[in-house]
């Protein structure tokens, strides 16, 4: 097996850091609170989590039928080694400046329990990360897909953006699950 490009090892690094995040949030929030949305009436913690599968696996549909796509047409070679981690910076997606309204094919339907996105979301990791590794050799800098919010990505950016979403996403879980636990412990009772 060859040896990982610098690149490949950057974007990995990252999406470690923060899958760890998050599942250290997921694994220790309380499963009931988990299912409580906050007064907003946005996400609960465990229809976050939900969310993040769907759109995990939305990336992986969309990265593998492009690059099948493009190595149908003959895409060239990857020859450059040069760093795309901060190309979607500029987006500022793990900052929740706006809230953005999902598409119905992405939107959690609240069914699944946290244990079972947490356990999705680890084979999708692997998956992802195979179709990078399967498919460096070739540019994947040209094969290009567009995001509805983005606009154009290319698969490197369409990688680099599960991490940065999941991000965006955790910190909502963050924020929610502060709200119901003060909610909680205000409807207490004094002994």
Same mark, same amino acid.
């Given at each position: 097996?060859p040896?990982?490009?610098?690149?490949?090892?950057?974007?990995?690094?990252?999406?470690?850091?923060t899958?760890?995040?998050?599942?250290?949030?997921?694994?220790n929030?309380n499963?009931?609170?988990?299912?409580?949305?906050?007064?907003?009436g946005?996400?609960?913690?465990?229809?976050?989590l939900?969310?993040?599968?769907?759109?995990?696996?939305?990336? !992986?549909r969309?990265?593998?039928?492009? *690059?099948?796509?493009? =190595?149908?047409?003959?895409?060239? +070679?990857?020859?450059? /080694?040069?760093?795309?981690?901060?190309?979607?910076?500029?987006?500022r997606?793990?900052?929740p400046l706006?809230r953005?309204?999902a598409?119905?094919?992405?939107?959690?339907?609240?069914?699944?329990?946290?244990?079972?996105?947490?356990?999705?979301?680890?084979?999708?990791?692997?998956?992802?990360?195979? !179709?990078?590794?399967d498919n460096?050799? *070739?540019?994947?800098? =040209?094969?290009?897909?567009?995001? +509805?919010?983005?606009k /154009?990505?290319?698969?490197?950016?369409?990688?680099?953006?599960?991490?940065q979403?999941?991000?965006?996403?955790?910190?909502?879980?963050?924020?929610?699950?502060d709200?119901?636990?003060?909610r909680?412990?205000e409807?207490?009772?004094?002994v």
């Amino acid at each position: 097996m060859p040896e990982m490009r610098p690149k490949v090892a950057e974007l990995f690094q990252y999406m470690d850091t923060t899958r760890a995040a998050l599942f250290d949030l997921a694994r220790n929030m309380n499963p009931s609170l988990s299912q409580i949305r906050p007064k907003s009436g946005a996400w609960s913690a465990s229809e976050n989590l939900a969310h993040l599968v769907l759109v995990e696996r939305s990336v !992986i549909r969309v990265m593998t039928k492009s *690059i099948e796509q493009a =190595r149908a047409g003959g895409i060239g +070679p990857d020859d450059s /080694d040069e760093s795309f981690i901060h190309s979607l910076d500029k987006f500022r997606v793990p900052e929740p400046l706006t809230r953005l309204t999902a598409p119905d094919r992405i939107i959690p339907d609240g069914s699944m329990p946290v244990e079972d996105s947490v356990a999705s979301l680890e084979a999708s990791r692997a998956q992802l990360k195979q !179709i990078i590794i399967d498919n460096s050799d *070739i540019a994947l800098t =040209r094969i290009m897909f567009t995001h +509805p919010v983005l606009k /154009d990505l290319d698969m490197y950016q369409w990688a680099l953006f599960v991490p940065q979403h999941e991000e965006r996403h955790r910190r909502q879980m963050e924020r929610t699950l502060d709200e119901v636990t003060e909610r909680a412990a205000e409807c207490a009772p004094i002994v």
